[in-house]
């Protein structure tokens, strides 16, 4: 067995700094990549607001000021439309690595991700009733 290194280089092709942008599916992989600043952003705001519920009702008050700001409402607009295509992407991948059988039958892949659409409004929905018939 020869256990010497080979001299050969493989061929690397070079990468510019945009090799993303030449193929729609490399796009739509870093853009829900990209989701995740948002994703991000939305937890630190979170944390914040924990922070600011352990330092007082002053702080919390204070920050429940920013949440009324412009620039807060705008944030949360992205990090909605941010996390609903990120929502998007992943239901029509899901049915590519779940393969459901009744029967002899597979569900197909719309059936899938349709369910997991109904599925998730109806939380949505629930979790809404819950926080707003408390809150009001």
């Not at 256990?3 to 280089?9: G, H, I, Q």
């Not at 739509?28 to 995740?36: G, I, K, N």
């Not at 994703?39 to 002053?58: H, P, V």
């Amino acid at each position: 067995m020869n256990t010497l290194p080979s001299k050969r280089k493989p061929y690397k092709q070079p990468l510019g700094k945009n090799w993303w942008l030449k193929n729609d599916a490399y796009r739509q992989y870093m853009l829900r990549s990209a989701t995740s600043i948002a994703i991000i952003l939305y937890a630190l705001n979170l944390f914040c607001a924990l922070t600011a519920l352990s330092l007082g009702e002053q702080q919390f008050n204070a920050w429940l000021q920013f949440q009324q700001t412009p620039i807060s409402i705008i944030l949360h607009i992205f990090g909605l439309v941010a996390v609903i295509y990120n929502t998007k992407t992943w239901f029509m991948l899901a049915p590519k690595t779940v393969h459901v059988q009744l029967g002899d039958n597979k569900v197909s892949d719309k059936q899938i991700e349709t369910i997991m659409w109904v599925v998730w409004v109806a939380v949505t929905v629930v979790v809404s009733y819950i926080l707003l018939s408390n809150t009001f």
